[in-house]
């Protein structure tokens, strides 16, 4: 069973393939991200910390402690094209947390792009 994630206004921004998928893909079927540790947080193919699923939102930890790196798992089959999930209500702010950078939703992106510019560094 897809899920289908959204940013805190309710617009469908990335998916996984099932609930336990280990690679976190975007709305095209891009591969964008995976979760390495066994929890709710992403990172981008090269490591960067990418965001945390909080029910059904993909949301960005403003403060993200520390982990090891991860590794690279190996590019995912391509999933397919799924079907637009349409959107969902807005979530309201949640503390600590917000909307992950457009940046790190890119397939593209790695940190040689600059993860400073993230911050406006």
């Known amino acids: 069973m897809t899920v289908y994630l959204y940013d805190s206004a309710g617009t469908w921004i990335a998916f996984r393939?099932?609930?336990d998928g280990r690679y976190l893909f975007d709305t095209h079927g891009e591969w964008?991200?995976?979760f390495?540790?066994?929890?709710?947080?992403?990172v981008t193919k090269d490591g960067t910390y990418l965001g945390t699923i909080v029910e059904n939102r993909l949301l960005w930890r403003?403060?993200?402690?520390?982990?090891?790196?991860?590794?690279?798992?190996?590019?995912?089959a391509f999933p397919g094209h799924?079907?637009?999930?349409g959107?969902?209500?807005?979530?309201?702010?949640?503390?600590?947390?917000?909307?992950?950078p457009t940046e790190l939703l890119d397939p593209e992106y790695?940190?040689?792009?600059?993860?400073?510019?993230?911050?406006g560094t």
Do not use: C, K, N
């Not at 390495?36 to 992403?42: R, Y």
């Not at 403003?62 to 995912?76: F, K, L, S």
């Open 32 to 34: 964008i991200g995976w």
């Open 17 to 19: 393939t099932d609930l």
């Open 87 to 100: 959107g969902v209500g807005y979530f309201g702010a949640v503390p600590g947390f917000q909307d992950v």
């Open 36 to 42: 390495p540790f066994g929890d709710d947080d992403a």
């Open 82 to 85: 799924t079907s637009y999930p």
């Open 62 to 76: 403003i403060e993200q402690p520390y982990r090891t790196d991860p590794g690279y798992p190996g590019a995912p």
């Open 110 to 119: 790695t940190t040689h792009t600059g993860f400073g510019s993230l911050f």
